[in-house]
């Protein structure tokens, strides 16, 4: 760990994490965890490692109050130090939790998420590829089967027979064709 977080970046952390475990958009949750893992690691820290420094209590700071002489209405008095480290720390404890666990269910959703997503794609994948096979199409572009006739007739030394098979013209008008092509 490079640098502690500030009040203000655990504060932050703390409700990337409950947006990332609790919205009910999917890309607001992916980005609320991005957020939460580039802030992470802009600390040098791994997800859980920052969830649990961003639980550490901080030390109260002594304000205008803790200067009064009584230190009755504050934190500062005498049996208020006594009792802040243990409340602070069950808090802590309980926070900690909190934002390890809601980090960790948005990283299961989101593998799970992704999974479905390459499951998906898959099928269609070879959904298409069986719809190909058995359409026997390979290509949308076709030469029309006249031109392809005439093409035939001109550079390959094939039977009209052999060339009727292949574009699906009939003996009379290839005939025809050839007969055109003669003149």
Do not use: C, N
Request: glycine fraction near 8%.
């Amino acid at each position: 760990m490079t640098e502690a977080f500030a009040t203000s970046q655990k504060e932050r952390f703390r409700k990337l994490l409950l947006l990332a475990a609790e919205s009910p958009f999917e890309g607001e949750r992916a980005a609320a965890l991005a957020a939460a893992e580039r802030l992470a690691t802009r600390f040098g820290m791994t997800l859980d490692e920052a969830a649990g420094a961003a639980a550490e209590p901080e030390p109260k700071a002594r304000g205008r109050r803790a200067a009064d002489a009584d230190g009755a209405d504050d934190w500062s008095g005498p049996r208020a130090r006594r009792s802040a480290p243990e409340w602070m720390r069950q808090a802590a404890t309980g926070y900690a939790y909190e934002a390890s666990a809601a980090a960790s269910r948005a990283r299961q959703r989101h593998r799970e998420q992704v999974e479905a997503a390459q499951r998906r794609e898959e099928e269609e994948r070879r959904q298409a590829q069986a719809l190909h096979r058995k359409s026997g199409v390979r290509s949308e572009r076709r030469m029309p089967a006249r031109d392809f006739a005439r093409t035939l007739i001109q550079q390959t030394g094939f039977s009209l027979r052999e060339i009727g098979e292949i574009t699906g013209l009939t003996q009379h008008e290839l005939v025809g064709l050839k007969l055109k092509l003669r003149g």
